[in-house]
Each structure stands twice: as structure tokens, then as C-alpha cells.
């Protein structure tokens, strides 16, 4: 007799509920990845990595990369922020297929930053893919990459891919900035750094709280315990840590419930001051009862 599939194994989505809203959290793909030091924090000794990664009882160089979007149905319209890879390997559609829903049902897309992995599902060959909805964009982050002049080398192939994938949706858009509100409930906050004009978004319903923080945190246990390292993966590392360190203290004195694109799926949790630093606490069944 075969022996069971050995993959990890974990549900795509995870519903609950805010206020009179619905949330839903989707795991659109999952990388794991090599050089957890390289990629977190290049320019640190190796053996502080090591030392974190043992203490959090993680392996000191692979690593799981989890890509997830978040759905919010107000009751009036239903809300994708950010549309997930878009390549073959990607699921938000089955996910949303879990939901009951296609691609067609979702009214705003809003995008948090310019990244492939969260503009990548936006189009598919050529054609929108959600092509009823309306599409926020950060105007400081929708203009460096179009305009594309400050962009790093590393970034080039993602300049052609925003512009590609992007330039055609104008008509489309509502450009907002930090401290903007999308629809009722729904506010941009200010998280650049990770890149340029990355926006946060603070969720509110009926007095209950959501804090979508998407890229400003990459690691659930180097970002957040070491919030001053620097990522690779950031475009301005030095705006990155300021804002990190803005928004862990923010989500520590509200005591907010953090959804974070790149956390260990299902991405939901809380920021716990430690001893001067902070910790990702996942949820367990503070959302179930
Ligand atoms: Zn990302």
C-alpha cells in the first residue's frame, strides 16, 4: 500500500470574522528557500542568524516563504488586496474557487506595492483576470515604477514586468496615499521602505481591529524579533527598519491583529513585546470564538 502523500499538508484558506465584515486569508503559493541570513540579513554575522534561527527552534538556512492575500467582504463589496504570483505554481483562484467565488466577484483590487509577487495575478495572458473590480494603487508607488527612473539594478525586470502588467489598468485606478480610506473601514497607512510607496492598510468593523501590513515584515522570527537588520529583499533598507520598528510598536500597543503577507500561513497574529524586542504570536482560537 502507498504511503501518504509526505508534502506538508495545510488548508488554502482561512475565514473569520471582523466586526460585521468576513476576512479571508489565502495561500496563494509556498517557496521554501535557501541562505536565511543572506536573504534577511546580509551584512550580519552568520552565527547571530544561526543563534536566532536555534533559539526559535527554525532551521538556520532553509526557510518557508508563504504568499498570502487577504479577502474582506464589507457586505457591500468584496475586497482583494493584492492578486498573489500569477504564475503556474500560484492558487488564489482555487482559493477563491473554495469561497464560492470567481474572479468576477471581486469589486477592488487594491495593491500594496509593485512587487511581482503581488501584481502577478492581476493579468493572465494579456486580459485582466478580475474584470469587474476597480484597482487601488499607492500614487507614490504606482509613479516610481512607471516612471522607473530610481529604480535598482536588481529591480529592472520588475520595472518591465509593473509597466507590462500595470500601465494598461490605469483608467481603471483610484490613486490613494497614506491616510487615505479605500471604502468605510479601510485606511492606507504608511509602510515604505520594503519599497517605495508600500502601503499598510488598518482594517476596522464595528469597533474590531486588522492590521494588513504585507511586506514590511518578511520573517516571522528575523524581521520582527530583529527588526533593525537589514533584508536584501528591501529597496530602502534604512526606511524599512524605521518603519518596521514604527509598526511593531504600533501593533504591540493596540494590541492589533497583524494579517502579514509573507507570516506563516494562515499570516494572522500578534506583536508581543519581549524583553526590549518583540514576537510574533500566531493566533490559535482567538478568531474562532
Ligand atoms: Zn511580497
Not at 13 to 31: E, H, P, Q, R
Not at 98 to 115: K, N
Not at 170 to 192: E, R, S
Not at 212 to 220: C, G, N, P, Q, V
Request: one cysteine or more; aromatic letters at 8%.
Amino acid at each position: 500500500m502507498a504511503m501518504f502523500d509526505t508534502r506538508p499538508a495545510r488548508p488554502h484558506v482561512f475565514i473569520f470574522s471582523l466586526g460585521s465584515f468576513k476576512v479571508a486569508t489565502l495561500l496563494d503559493a509556498v517557496d521554501v528557500r535557501d541562505n536565511l541570513a543572506s536573504a534577511l540579513a546580509p551584512g550580519h554575522s552568520p552565527t547571530a542568524v544561526h543563534e536566532l534561527a536555534a533559539s526559535n527552534f527554525i532551521d538556520r538556512d532553509r526557510y518557508e516563504h508563504c504568499f498570502i492575500p487577504t479577502l474582506i467582504d464589507t457586505g457591500s463589496e468584496k475586497i482583494l488586496f493584492d492578486t498573489g504570483c500569477g504564475d503556474e505554481d500560484s492558487s488564489l483562484l482555487e482559493c477563491l474557487q473554495d469561497l464560492g467565488l470567481g474572479p468576477g466577484d471581486i469589486d477592488v483590487v487594491i495593491i500594496t506595492h509593485g512587487h511581482p509577487d503581488h501584481i502577478g495575478g492581476l493579468v493572465k495572458n494579456g486580459e485582466p483576470v478580475f474584470r469587474r473590480a476597480r484597482y487601488v494603487f499607492g500614487a507614490a508607488e504606482f509613479s516610481f515604477w512607471t516612471g522607473g527612473n530610481a529604480v535598482r539594478e536588481a529591480r529592472l525586470a520588475n520595472r518591465d514586468l509593473f509597466r507590462r502588467i500595470c500601465s494598461s489598468l490605469t483608467d481603471q485606478v483610484t490613486f490613494i496615499a497614506p491616510g487615505d480610506q479605500v471604502v468605510p473601514g479601510i485606511t492606507a497607512i504608511d509602510a515604505a521602505g520594503h519599497s517605495p510607496g508600500l502601503l499598510a492598510f488598518l482594517v476596522e468593523s464595528d469597533g474590531q481591529q486588522l492590521l494588513i501590513w504585507s511586506d514590511a515584515f518578511l520573517h516571522y522570527v528575523v524581521s520582527i524579533q530583529r527588526p533593525e537588520w537589514r533584508a536584501d529583499l528591501d529597496d530602502d533598507k534604512e526606511q524599512a527598519v524605521e518603519t518596521r520598528k514604527r509598526l511593531l510598536k504600533m501593533a504591540a500597543e493596540q494590541r492589533l491583529l497583524i494579517a502579514g503577507h509573507h507570516m506563516p500561513f494562515p499570516g494572522l497574529g500578534y506583536i508581543e513585546p519581549v524583553n526590549g524586542s518583540f514576537r510574533w504570536l500566531p493566533v490559535s482560537y482567538q478568531l474562532n470564538v
